[in-house]
DNA sequence: ACTTGGATTGACTGGTCAGTCAACCAGCGA
DNA sequence: TCGCTGGTTGACTGACCAGTCAATCCAAGT
């Protein structure tokens, strides 16, 4: 192995030790040697591969909303109805935090819902995730699918509000964290969240839930 | 005024400058003497009449999210359709922060949001909230109002989450902040949300556009 | 006037940690 | 074999700040 090679690996190591010591202990409320302790290396190394504690945390924001920004533009780009969209989306957050719970706790807890902090650091791309979930809306309400009444920007908000109410929920341990329930959540929250976005007076033929209260 | 009143006083004039030194700065990014000098009072006169610095949020919190249980409590014991119900907890909301912004952006922001800190601490509180607003939703499905394929802890967090991610939205101003907007911010959020947990048995027809919008 | 006790003051202490840096080591080319 | 380069080490420093405490002030009672 080079050294390049092992140069990179180091990176990485470091990267998921603080990945695991932040989403245990908190940015906040873990020291530097932490995260060396637990990527088993030096101190001193962190700071030659990161200009600072901050960095490190920026970085693994930075790699992961960029999947999920690119995720959505994927979607976006299929020709569906928005509400397929729109579960598209959901089901890609629910299953990223089913992959990498610690790294999707990090992400939310300390910077997406940090507004004091990194949130306002990062506050330009994380509206970037809400203006693309608004024109997915948009789009719907356009071809119809949606009503008109609804600021895409606000159902935006709330949509990905829900989905991270829920996280926050699997997070925080209010909620049971089961594959039925995973499941569960994300059909739930898609068919509520569109079912109220949905005309009233139009039934949708193709409705996959449809019980009778 | 006695020493007594003037002590009350002196603790409220406290409890307020760390309320403003809070929002402005956050709790982390602000020093005890800085809530000393926003009050106009000797930095130890805080340790008086507070054990810590984290009393002093504490306080803050538990002061006003007990207001909010009271609330929902009330609400809930009106004989009320439950869509109304949450749409009379949307406003009491959204009306605390439309009164006090700072307040509640302190709450959600160092509290509410804050998974590692003080979330932490005072979630049965948090929880107790949800379960109250659950509750809404159950009696809801029970007298047929909502459906039943819905689990009333779930639509109760991402109702409040959706109420949370607009109050977000003002802190972090990504959102318009006129009274226009607060008014049908309250609409769209209970219209969309209650529309989606009501059934959907009413009119079909294939048509699509259907609303004025 | 004098005492008493709570309110008020702010200098000081102790501990914590992010970030620095000089030394060390391992591979490699000359 | 001998530097040279760049990854690697961990003790150390400088800054910051929560919380303490002894001194002072003031109002009410005697």
Redesign the interface.
């Known amino acids: 192995m080079t050294a390049q090679a092992q140069a990179v690996d180091k990176r990485r190591v470091i990267l998921d030790a603080a990945m695991r010591v932040f989403a245990r ?5 873990c020291r530097v040697s932490d995260i060396a302790d637990e990527a088993g290396v030096a101190y001193g190394l962190v700071y030659h591969y990161f200009k600072s504690k901050d960095e490190v945390l920026n970085e693994l924001f930075t790699e992961r909303w960029s999947l999920l920004l690119a995720a959505i533009d994927e979607v976006d780009a299929q020709d569906v109805p928005a509400r397929d969209k729109l579960r598209a989306v959901a089901n890609f957050i629910v299953e990223s935090y089913r992959h990498e719970p610690e790294l999707m ?1 990090v992400i ?3 910077v997406t ?5 990194f ?2 650091t990062h ?1 330009p791309e994380i ?1 970037r995730a ?1 203006e693309k979930i608004a024109k997915i809306v948009a789009d719907g309400q356009e ?3 949606f ?5 895409p ?3 935006s ?2 949509f ?7 996280l ?2 699997w ?2 341990e ?2 049971p964290t089961g594959d039925t329930d995973f499941e ?2 994300k059909d ?2 898609t ?7 949905e ?7 193709a ?1 996959s ?5």
């Open positions: 202990q908190g940015f906040h409320h706790k939310i807890v300390e819902r940090a507004a004091n902090s949130g306002r506050l509206r809400y071809r119809g699918e009503r008109h009444d609804v600021d920007l606000f159902a908000m709330w990905y509000g829900a989905i991270e109410q829920l926050s929920g997070v925080f209010l909620i569960r959540a739930m929250v068919e509520t969240i569109c079912g109220g976005l005309p009233r007076a139009a039934g949708d033929g409705g839930s449809a019980d009778g209260a």
